[in-house]
C-alpha cells in the first residue's frame, strides 16, 4: 500500500522557509539539495518529509507551455509523493488508472540510490514515488497507546 510521505513546495527562499516552518510547527531540519534540479531545504515532523525547493529551470520545475503555471518562479504546493512497496508495480498501476510518466527513474546499477520517479495525474497535477522514502518520513506509523481510533464514514460534522 502506497503513503503518503513527501510533500514539495516551491518556495523563493528554502533557508528562511524551513526556520518558519521549524520555529512554528517544531519541524526539524532532515537535509539540504543543490542539484541542478534545485536548491532546498527538507523538514519533518517525523512521518512526513517537506521539500521546500527553489527550481532553477522552468522544465525541472515541470513547466508545460499553455498548460501550467508552474515554472522556475512559481511559489506554492508543487507535488507530493507516495512511498510504495514496489516502484513497477505502482507504475503499472498508476499508468492503468490514467496517470501519465512524466520523469525520473531508478538506477539500476545503483539499487539504493535515491531516486523518485514523476508522473502527472489526469488533471496534470505532479506527483511521484519511490520505494526507498524520503529522509526524516516514516513509512508505517503506529498509533501511540490511546490514541482514538479515526472517524469511519464521512466528514466528522456527518458522524
Given at each position: 500500500?502506497?503513503?503518503?510521505?513527501?510533500?514539495?513546495?516551491?518556495?523563493?527562499?528554502?533557508?528562511?522557509?524551513?526556520?518558519?516552518?521549524?520555529?512554528?510547527?517544531?519541524?526539524?531540519?532532515?537535509?539540504?539539495?543543490?542539484?541542478?534540479?534545485?536548491?532546498?531545504?527538507?523538514?519533518?515532523?517525523?512521518?512526513?518529509?517537506?521539500?521546500?525547493?527553489?527550481?532553477?529551470?522552468?522544465?525541472?520545475?515541470?513547466?508545460?507551455?499553455?498548460?501550467?503555471?508552474?515554472?522556475?518562479?512559481?511559489?506554492?504546493?508543487?507535488?507530493?509523493?507516495?512511498w510504495v512497496d514496489d516502484a513497477e508495480e505502482a507504475d503499472k498501476k498508476?499508468?492503468?488508472?490514467?496517470?501519465?510518466?512524466?520523469?525520473?527513474?531508478?538506477?539500476?546499477?545503483?539499487?539504493?540510490?535515491?531516486?523518485?520517479?514523476?508522473?502527472?495525474?489526469?488533471?496534470?497535477?505532479?506527483?511521484?514515488?519511490?520505494?526507498?522514502?524520503?529522509?526524516?518520513?516514516?513509512?508505517?506509523?503506529?498509533?501511540?497507546?490511546?490514541?482514538?481510533?479515526?472517524?469511519?464514514?464521512?466528514?466528522?460534522?456527518?458522524?
Open positions: 500500500m502506497a503513503k503518503l510521505r513527501h510533500i514539495a513546495m516551491s518556495v523563493d527562499d528554502p533557508e528562511k522557509t524551513a526556520d518558519f516552518y521549524c520555529e512554528a510547527f517544531d519541524m526539524e531540519r532532515v537535509g539540504t539539495t543543490d542539484s541542478p534540479l534545485a536548491k532546498g531545504c527538507y523538514v519533518s515532523d517525523g512521518v512526513i518529509t517537506v521539500a521546500l525547493l527553489k527550481y532553477k529551470s522552468d522544465h525541472w520545475a515541470g513547466y508545460v507551455e499553455g498548460k501550467d503555471e508552474r515554472g522556475k518562479d512559481y511559489v506554492g504546493l508543487h507535488h507530493i509523493g507516495f498508476i499508468e492503468k488508472a490514467g496517470g501519465k510518466y512524466f520523469m525520473g527513474r531508478p538506477d539500476k546499477k545503483a539499487p539504493t540510490t535515491f531516486y523518485e520517479i514523476k508522473y502527472r495525474d489526469p488533471n496534470g497535477v505532479i506527483f511521484d514515488v519511490t520505494h526507498l522514502g524520503w529522509g526524516g518520513a516514516t513509512k508505517d506509523v503506529v498509533p501511540a497507546p490511546g490514541t482514538p481510533e479515526p472517524p469511519t464514514r464521512g466528514h466528522p460534522k456527518d458522524n
